[in-house]
């Protein structure tokens, strides 16, 4: 659970043989129109629910299309035939901060179905990136680890900076590889990283589980409240798949005074270099709509914000 229950280098280098690989088709060619999908979080919180059962804030799309890319929100009402096809046609997926059943619910099943078929894609060397934050990285370790492996790691409305790993130091990064001297030292230093949850995956459970293991590295870890270290950033040793445990949506476009958004200019640059990379990823998708009627009558355009910051601590919702 996080605070929202109350409220992609497109080359990528060859740094090792375990890191997922674009295709020979992929390295010789760019997408410049990547589509990143959305996967909409089911609203649990009372005052939401008159508005729809489902939501996106607008802190993530503008995060997404600050990067350069175009969002598609993705329901959780659709058949396994209809998400087979949309996974072909975006260049990548989010999945969001929020709160709910991360084995059961409606939201977990589709998380699933796309996790699968990112699997299957990049095996057979079509390259497909899964970005996940908060409620996101914890439900990429249960997809990975196949049980709920969470403990409480309590650590709400707190900003800090990163316990960059041992593993961080000597496994070169393609989430932090870009980035300057002084941001990585202001990472370590500052409180550029919005926490906003009461439950991780702590770094013992982590090292003593082999599917996490083998599958993650673990770029950071943070203590939390209670005294549980916990883990904060982790990234694909084979797969292009990323994940923080803090929300870098934050930095930019929440502005809550009640709330600890870093704002800092280390901060709004961390969120901003985090954007360009994931939409860097999605230009390594060649994944594309039919034409582009079915392609703009897919997009976020097609909707309209709610004002929220009045009820939540959301400036602005897409309902659904």
Known sequence: ?????F???FFICCFCCSKAMPTTLNQDAVNDRPVIGILTQIVSDEVMKPFGGTYIPSSYVKYIESGGCRVMPIRLTLTTAEYESIFQKINGLIFIGGTGDLEKSDFARVAKIFYRLALTANDA???FPIWGTCMGLQLLTVLVAGENLLENTSAENIALPLNLTTGYKAYTSRMFGDFP??????????????????????????????KLQSFFSVLSTNVAENGAHFVS??????????????????NRFQWDKKLNFPHSRHAVQLSSLLADFFANEGRSSLHQFDNPEEEAASLIYNYTPVYAANFTAYEQIYFF
């Open 181 to 210: 001297d002084d941001l990585m030292k202001a990472l370590k230093h500052e409180p550029l990283t919005g926490n906003f949850h009461r439950y991780g995956v702590t770094v013992k459970t982590f090292q003593e589980n082999e």
């Open 1 to 5: 659970m996080d605070f929202s229950a």
């Open 125 to 127: 060397g079509d390259f």
């Open 7 to 9: 409220v992609c280098s």
């Open 233 to 250: 950033t982790i990234e694909g040793k084979r797969y292009p798949f990323y994940a923080v445990q803090w929300h870098p949506e934050v």
